[in-house]
């Protein structure tokens, strides 16, 4: 069972959703489609707090927006899709040895994918992943879906702030900005060079 109770879990996600819905992103997170969910977890073991989280504010079509390449976050109907090149090859959908089939991808892509372990595993820290070549290093980004929803508000909110595109200068002190958050947060401090620099590519 997740250390997260269904109480904080949804307190959290509502939290979120109230900041959501004052952004540009508000129509990128929606009530999920239930049937849909069951179905996920008919064939994956997702968590309960990930499964709430596709049940109250599910994303839609959204990606983080980096000054790179965008790093998707996937909802129900695109996770079991998601899983082809990891848990399995994509195409004979034999099992991949180098994959630890209790982790599940919940969003980037490539050799960058973000992960969690699935619910037989008493662990709700997420991670994030980085192919060498062989084998698959895994760094923890935060523990739990209220430490990812916290790096998403922190960091929507100061890229809408530096608007990077267009002030490049800025980049040290957005960089810093959004180390000095995440340290004072105990979900994702410790953290903060494997988010910055790691997930979010900078």
């Given at each position: 069972?997740?250390?997260e109770s269904?109480?904080?879990?949804?307190?959290?996600?509502?939290?979120f959703?109230?900041?959501?819905?004052?952004?540009p992103?508000?129509s990128?997170?929606m009530?999920?489609?239930?049937?849909?969910?069951n179905h996920?977890?008919?064939?994956?073991?997702?968590p309960?707090?990930?499964?709430?989280w596709?049940?109250?504010?599910s994303?839609?079509?959204?990606?983080?927006?980096?000054?790179g390449?965008?790093i998707p976050?996937?909802?129900?109907?695109?996770i079991l899709d998601a899983?082809?090149?990891?848990?399995?090859h994509?195409?004979?959908?034999?099992?991949?040895?180098?994959?630890?089939?209790?982790?599940?991808?919940?969003?980037?892509?490539?050799?960058y994918?973000?992960?969690?372990n699935?619910s037989?595993?008493?662990?709700?820290n997420i991670y994030y992943?980085?192919f060498?070549?062989?084998?698959?290093?895994?760094?923890?980004i935060?523990?739990?879906?209220a430490g990812?929803?916290?790096?998403?508000?922190?960091?929507?909110?100061?890229?809408?702030?530096?608007?990077l595109?267009d002030?490049?200068h800025?980049?040290?002190e957005f960089?810093?900005?959004?180390k000095?958050?995440?340290s004072?947060?105990?979900?994702?401090k410790?953290?903060?060079d494997?988010?910055?620099?790691?997930l979010?590519g900078?």
């Amino acid at each position: 069972m997740s250390r997260e109770s269904g109480e904080n879990v949804s307190g959290v996600i509502s939290d979120f959703c109230n900041f959501i819905k004052d952004t540009p992103f508000a129509s990128n997170f929606m009530p999920g489609d239930i049937l849909q969910i069951n179905h996920v977890a008919q064939q994956l073991k997702v968590p309960y707090q990930i499964q709430q989280w596709y049940i109250q504010a599910s994303p839609r079509n959204f990606e983080i927006p980096t000054i790179g390449n965008s790093i998707p976050l996937w909802n129900e109907y695109d996770i079991l899709d998601a899983q082809d090149g990891y848990r399995f090859h994509g195409i004979t959908k034999e099992s991949l040895t180098n994959w630890n089939q209790q982790w599940i991808v919940i969003g980037g892509e490539g050799p960058y994918p973000i992960i969690v372990n699935d619910s037989s595993v008493d662990d709700i820290n997420i991670y994030y992943g980085e192919f060498s070549g062989k084998s698959w290093d895994l760094n923890i980004i935060t523990s739990g879906l209220a430490g990812l929803l916290y790096i998403l508000k922190i960091y929507i909110f100061l890229y809408s702030k530096y608007n990077l595109k267009d002030k490049g200068h800025l980049r040290s002190e957005f960089i810093n900005e959004i180390k000095d958050n995440l340290s004072k947060n105990s979900l994702t401090k410790g953290h903060e060079d494997s988010i910055v620099h790691g997930l979010l590519g900078y």
